[in-house]
T-cell receptor, first 111, second 114 residues
Framework: GESVGLHLPTLSVQEGDNSIINCAYS??????FIWYKQESGKGPQFIID?????DKRQGQRVTVLLNKTVKHLSLQIAATQPGDSAVYFC??????????FGAGTTVTVRA | DAGVIQSPRHEVTEMGQEVTLRCKPI?????LFWYRQTMMRGLELLIY????????DSGMPEDRFSAKMPNASFSTLKIQPSEPRDSAVYFC????????????FGPGTRLTVL
């Protein structure tokens, strides 16, 4: 079946550098994409979302890029900080109100 | 706002016992979701409610699982009888209105079935 998947399971980044987390999706009917951050022992926390009629959206230190042609989603974190260490999930959704989550990428920030 | 509240935070039980997980959504939210998270399968949607009515339970693994939402401020997920393979973290999430609005997750209940 169609599913959301992540390219890399882990990412190690030096504090202060930029991070890029990638995600591939296969459901062409999805029109809503979200990035969540999950810290150890906590529930997923919303970071940023993007609708399919956009290809870029920026938030505070984060940017999400959507390439519908190749069904690819990425999250860029600027000036990565120790507090950014977590598991990051992409999720896709649509008008049926259901979200499908990817496997997650563990980001570790080196001091 | 206290956010989504789940109880208990941790549950350890023996195989065959009944387990009840509880959730209080954010006040005013009309959608409630139950998810299960495991290392093998990631985050899976089990069931969701709209205005206290179950809309889609296609993710419920089998008849041992049941969920109810008797009112807008309370939902339960019950497993009877529990099995070791049910061990996971169970999350409740809530949202208001549009499918494109943010889902807010609770802290989860870590269930261990021995």
């Amino acid at each position: 079946g169609e599913s959301v998947g992540l390219h890399l399971p882990t990412l190690s980044v030096q504090e202060g550098d930029n991070s890029i987390i990638n995600c591939a999706y296969s459901n062409s009917a999805s029109d809503y994409f979200i990035w969540y951050k999950q810290e150890s022992g906590k529930g997923p926390q919303f970071i940023i979302d993007i609708r399919s009629n956009m290809d870029k959206r920026q938030g505070q230190r984060v940017t999400v890029l959507l390439n519908k042609t190749v069904k690819h989603l990425s999250l860029q974190i600027a000036a990565t900080q120790p507090g950014d260490s977590a598991v990051y999930f992409c999720a896709e959704g649509g008008q049926d109100y259901k979200l499908s989550f990817g496997a997650g990428t563990t980001v570790t920030v080196r001091a | 706002d206290a956010g989504v509240i789940q109880s208990p935070r941790h549950e350890v039980t023996e195989m065959g016992q009944e387990v009840t997980l509880r959730c209080k959504p954010i006040s005013g939210h009309d959608y409630l979701f139950w998810y299960r998270q495991t290392m093998m399968r990631g985050l899976e949607l089990l069931i969701y409610f709209n205005n206290n009515v179950p809309i889609d339970d296609s993710g419920m693994p089998e008849d041992r699982f049941s969920a109810k939402m008797p009112n807008a401020s309370f939902s339960t997920l019950k497993i009877q009888p529990s099995e070791p393979r049910d061990s996971a973290v169970y999350f409740c999430a809530s949202r208001w209105g549009s499918a494109y609005n943010e889902q807010f997750f609770g802290p989860g209940t870590r269930l261990t079935v021995l």
